[in-house]
């Protein structure tokens, strides 16, 4: 049986059983008349065909009211018509780190976090550590980018640094308690702000 990709918002649903904090979302085929959430929001295609969604145009983001959102979906509705939708809050600015996990056959599974956003691939800073992590190694990972100082204050900036050690031992968690079978997982961007962290993308690919 081939690996099998998870739509974003059952990895969603995975990670906030693990008291991770994601946006608040609904998944839907059509628009719901009345949107039981406050703008500006996102929208996604949802679709584990779609691995990589900003590179089809399969995201728009900060869509202010209503009317917009209906014209939007449409027009992804158009463009995507077999597929499903994820509608997200938009989450307010902050530091953008990423966490992700890799598989590898000699040494199993490990735990990576840097910048994230458009900085992953332009800066390449990150840090690596094999899983289970503890307190000690999260906080080692944070202290090994070059960008830490952003976690303590670099230019009043605000982002808590308690709540990327705290996500970081719920991704270790999580992978431990799944017992081998996530193939890939990539949260990015992770949101930090000075009230914690948000993940706002997330991908995952299980083996079966």
Same mark, same amino acid.
């Given at each position: 049986?081939?690996?099998?990709?998870?739509?974003?918002?059952?990895?969603?649903?995975?990670?906030?059983?693990?008291?991770?904090?994601?946006?608040?979302?609904?998944?839907?085929?059509?628009?719901?008349?009345?949107?039981?959430?406050?703008?500006?929001?996102?929208?996604?295609?949802?679709?584990?065909?779609?691995?990589?969604?900003?590179?089809?145009?399969?995201?728009?983001?900060?869509?202010?009211?209503?009317?917009?959102?209906?014209?939007?979906?449409?027009?992804?509705?158009?463009?995507?018509?077999?597929?499903?939708?994820?509608?997200?809050?938009?989450?307010?600015?902050?530091?953008?780190?990423?966490?992700?996990?890799?598989?590898?056959?000699?040494?199993?599974?490990?735990?990576?976090?840097?910048?994230?956003?458009?900085?992953?691939?332009?800066? @390449?800073? !990150?840090?690596?550590?094999?899983?289970? $992590? =503890?307190?000690? %190694?999260?906080?080692?990972? *944070?202290?090994?980018?070059?960008?830490?100082?952003?976690?303590?204050?670099?230019?009043?900036?605000?982002?808590?640094?308690?709540?990327?050690?705290?996500?970081?031992?719920?991704?270790? @968690?999580? !992978?431990?308690?799944?017992?081998?079978? $996530? =193939?890939?997982? %990539?949260?990015?961007?992770? *949101?930090?702000?000075?009230?914690?962290?948000?993940?706002?993308?997330?991908?995952?690919?299980?083996?079966?």
């Amino acid at each position: 049986m081939e690996n099998r990709v998870l739509e974003e918002w059952e990895i969603k649903e995975m990670l906030s059983r693990y008291g991770i904090r994601v946006p608040r979302g609904i998944v839907v085929e059509s628009l719901p008349e009345k949107l039981e959430l406050e703008f500006p929001v996102v929208l996604k295609v949802s679709d584990p065909r779609i691995i990589h969604k900003s590179d089809v145009g399969g995201v728009i983001l900060n869509i202010k009211n209503y009317p917009d959102l209906k014209e939007k979906f449409m027009e992804m509705k158009r463009r995507f018509p077999d597929s499903k939708f994820l509608i997200e809050s938009m989450e307010r600015q902050g530091v953008e780190v990423i966490i992700g996990v890799i598989k590898d056959r000699t040494f199993g599974e490990a735990i990576m976090f840097g910048l994230g956003g458009i900085f992953t691939e332009l800066y @390449r800073d !990150v840090s690596f550590r094999l899983i289970p $992590i =503890d307190e000690y %190694d999260a906080r080692e990972m *944070i202290d090994e980018i070059k960008a830490r100082k952003i976690f303590e204050g670099f230019r009043n900036i605000k982002a808590n640094k308690d709540s990327v050690v705290d996500l970081l031992l719920k991704v270790s @968690r999580l !992978v431990t308690d799944m017992g081998g079978k $996530i =193939d890939q997982l %990539d949260l990015n961007p992770v *949101i930090v702000r000075e009230d914690g962290a948000v993940v706002v993308d997330a991908k995952m690919v299980i083996i079966p």
